[in-house]
């Protein structure tokens, strides 16, 4: 048997930010220890057990497998300008006087 061809570039291209990581850490997660989506949700996205790394790696090896697809990447532009001015008020007004709760 030949090696087989990965496709390493593709496999890169997976980051945490693909929502296929957290749907296969929870899915490992649940079946490991039947619990619900919030009780996944509250051990945090650092938390081991919470498998957000080893469902990446697992992403990854399945991508450049051929296997699965590489991560959509998106066209999208998010305008950000809004936001950035909100924050600004924030720090220059503070909370209160921005008009947001926090």
Known sequence: MTDPILNTEAAASVHYVDPRVRQLAFAAWHLKTGGTFTDWLRLGKDHPDA?????????????AAGIAPPP???????DTTPLTETIRNIVRRGPGEAGMAL
């Open 51 to 63: 498998l957000i790394a080893e469902a990446r790696d697992w992403l990854r090896a399945v991508v």
């Open 72 to 78: 959509a990447t998106s066209t999208i532009h998010f």
